[in-house]
């Protein structure tokens, strides 16, 4: 009865993985990993470069084997039904150069035909705004219009899951937000997206759920706005002064919730920004401190992702 | 919307498409070969043995040569001054033989060039008979002009066996090598492709150029040279095939698991450098000694090229080129199941 039980919840889910491990060398890439992804839904793993990120994703795609741990993909397991399980998933690598000789409708024709089932290539070209450079050779498209390719490909046997790794690295804002919209209108037609990402702000606007990934560990999950929230610090307080202030100074504030410093700036975490700025203002002035830069934002990833580790997201 | 391709056909048509579209491996295919025949029928066409360059010097009266000039249609006389400026000439090998005019004659040569031995032949020879010597047997000389035993002949069909090695194994080992680089070999992994079905594919991409591979170079010794094809055409485009496949078979092993080009093409060359000379494309493979016959015979292009000369040349038939259509064969299917067990798809 309660193995039953256990089959439906399996069965329900797009993606599960349990226990993950996988080393190179002496690198533990990834290192004990836990996942449940739910149909419909678009889950990021969200970690700086090196953080396992790709391994994982690449181990849930049956490319790369696990030394330890245990996948399921829509209730199969790869070893069982790979060539099924193929035909219902979609993958955009972290670096795919394609052939630079054939032009983008002989790449996504070539790719429709790998699948048993699948959208008309035609169709899917005019989705990702390839059209006008259907007949255009692949060498001759700027970085976004080759991701966009990318993406087709993958789309080309009409995927349940998506899997997309740095989707919109190295690409133009415009280019990533035209790819932004592709990816919101894969989910709102109810299909799972599984993607990794560096960029909070894409973690934010398009995933339904966060893992933030470090050392091959996940460290935090749940929705973006609950991973803010637990910071308890929602607004973010950016200011220079001379002389400096000390850390003590400002922990003594009212409503403050952390600080860190960066070169002579300050970054301060804080519950109400009524409460604080004026607080801070006030200290200032009667230490004799001239204020040099004011600013202030709401707390976003990389805040959570900097108060768990320390680090920043996208220091390389 | 259209019924997409079987993935069989549309992996052999994008191979195809790539090949074509890449003017340099264009060029290698087609007019390297030709390029090189041209050459090389050029630099060994039949116009008569060219003259041997000898030298005569010193004497004036006394010598025994004075006023008798040689007189050999293989010789070309030149006159020194003095015996220092002909044995210069000599050093530099701008002759093969000096005459010292003197009583005796004296003839100076280095015995460990051929030429010069066939000076020292040919002008002893001239100046005997011409002092009245007479030859104790009578002989008679019939001369040789047929086609089909000039140099071009035995050349044509060894730069064609040459050329399906060198596009079989360049042609599919870099098609492979720069998709595992390109990650598009791991990418179609994560389709549900079958994976024999993309080796097949490259395959059937070089057998694609094969006909025509084979009809330029055919074509151009026969228009151009007057190659015969004594033997079938249907055997001839048969053993193209299977030569063909082998080396296939051998470019998927080389590339099975390289990983950079670099590696690639060290390894193609270390395959292909020795067969060049070992197989007798531009020489006969039977100058090398007996003991290393046994290996050279083994050899994929020895065996492609003996079998082509055979068909093409002598007009043989299946049972003479039943060996080497077993040692292709061998090579062939050896080499692709053990690519296809070590390949590295990502």
Request: hydrophobic residues 45%; neutral net charge.
């Amino acid at each position: 009865m309660s193995e039953n039980t256990a089959e439906a919840v399996s069965v329900a889910l797009a993606i599960r993985c349990r226990g993950l491990k996988k080393r190179f060398g002496d690198v533990r890439a990834v290192d004990g990993l836990d996942l449940e992804i739910r149909p419909g839904e678009c889950f990021g793993l969200l970690g700086p470069n090196g953080a396992g990120k790709t391994t994982t994703i690449e181990i849930l795609e049956g490319l790369t084997r696990p030394d330890a741990g245990d996948v399921e993909i829509l209730g199969r397991r790869w070893g069982e039904h790979e060539r099924e399980l193929r035909a219902r998933l979609g993958v955009s690598l972290q670096e795919t150069r394609f052939s630079e000789k054939l032009t983008v409708f002989e790449m996504l024709d070539l790719f429709r035909s790998l699948y048993p089932r699948g959208r008309d290539p035609e169709r899917l070209l005019e989705d990702l705004s390839l059209e006008e450079k259907r007949d255009a050779r692949i060498g001759k498209l700027s970085g976004g219009q080759r991701q966009r390719l990318a993406v087709a490909c993958a789309l080309a046997g009409d995927p349940e899951i998506l899997f997309l790794d740095e989707p919109t690295t190295g690409l133009d804002p415009q280019s990533r937000l035209q790819l932004w919209e592709k990816f919101e209108g894969f989910r709102a037609a109810g299909r799972t997206v599984l993607l990794t990402t560096h960029y909070m702000e894409e973690a934010e606007r398009l995933c339904d759920r966060v893992a933030v990934v470090d050392h091959g560990k996940i460290i935090a999950q749940g929705t973006p706005a609950e991973l803010i929230a637990g910071l308890h610090a929602p607004h973010i307080v950016e200011f220079a002064s001379d002389p400096p202030l000390s850390a003590e100074d400002l922990k003594a504030l009212p409503g403050v919730k952390d600080c860190r410093r960066r070169d002579d700036r300050w970054f301060v975490g804080v519950a109400s920004l009524v409460e604080a700025v004026p607080a801070l203002l006030a200290r200032l002035d009667r230490g004799g401190s001239k204020l040099l830069t004011l600013s202030t934002h709401r707390a976003t990833l990389e805040d959570v992702f900097i108060s768990l580790t320390g680090r920043e997201l996208r220091d390389e | 919307m259209s019924k997409p391709r079987p993935a069989l056909i549309a992996l052999t048509r994008a191979r195809v498409l790539e090949f074509i579209r890449e003017p340099e491996a264009v060029f290698w295919v087609f007019a390297f070969p030709i390029i090189m025949a041209l050459v090389l029928g050029f630099a060994f066409r039949d116009k008569g043995p060219d003259k041997v360059p000898v030298g005569i010097a010193g004497g004036g009266s006394e010598g025994l040569l004075a006023g008798k000039p040689l007189r050999s249609d293989a010789l070309k006389t030149i006159e020194f001054a003095t015996l220092e400026e002909g044995l210069q000439a000599l050093r530099t090998g701008k002759i093969a033989l000096l005459v010292e005019n003197r009583d005796p004659l004296v003839y100076h040569f280095d015995p460990t060039r051929p030429d010069a031995r066939l000076a020292r032949l040919e002008v002893d020879d001239a100046i005997q008979r011409a002092a009245g010597r007479r030859d104790p047997v009578p002989v008679k000389d019939v001369e040789m002009h047929e086609k089909g035993s000039r140099y071009i002949d035995f050349l044509l069909p060894g730069i064609l066996g040459l050329n399906l090695m060198g596009t079989g194994i360049w042609g599919i080992g870099f098609g492979i090598v720069n998709a595992r680089l390109k990650k598009t070999l791991k990418l179609m992994t994560a389709t549900p492709m079958r994976k024999s079905d993309f080796l097949l594919g490259q395959i059937l991409s070089r057998l694609f150029f094969l006909l025509l591979e084979i009809a330029v170079i055919l074509a151009f010794g026969v228009l151009a040279f007057g190659v015969p094809i004594r033997g079938s055409l249907v055997l001839l485009l048969a053993m193209a095939l299977l030569g063909s496949l082998s080396f296939a078979g051998l470019g998927l092993l080389v590339a099975a698991r390289a990983k950079t080009l670099e590696a690639a093409s060290g390894l193609m060359n270390l395959v292909m450098v020795p067969m060049w000379l070992l197989s007798g494309v531009f020489f006969s493979a039977d100058r090398f000694p007996n003991a290393a016959q046994p290996l050279i015979r083994a050899l994929p292009l020895t065996a492609l090229n003996d079998a082509l000369r055979a068909v093409m040349l002598e007009g043989k038939g299946v049972a003479a080129i039943a060996v080497p259509a077993v040692i292709l064969a061998a090579w062939g299917v050896t080499s692709f199941a053990v690519a296809l067990k070590i390949f590295r798809w990502q």
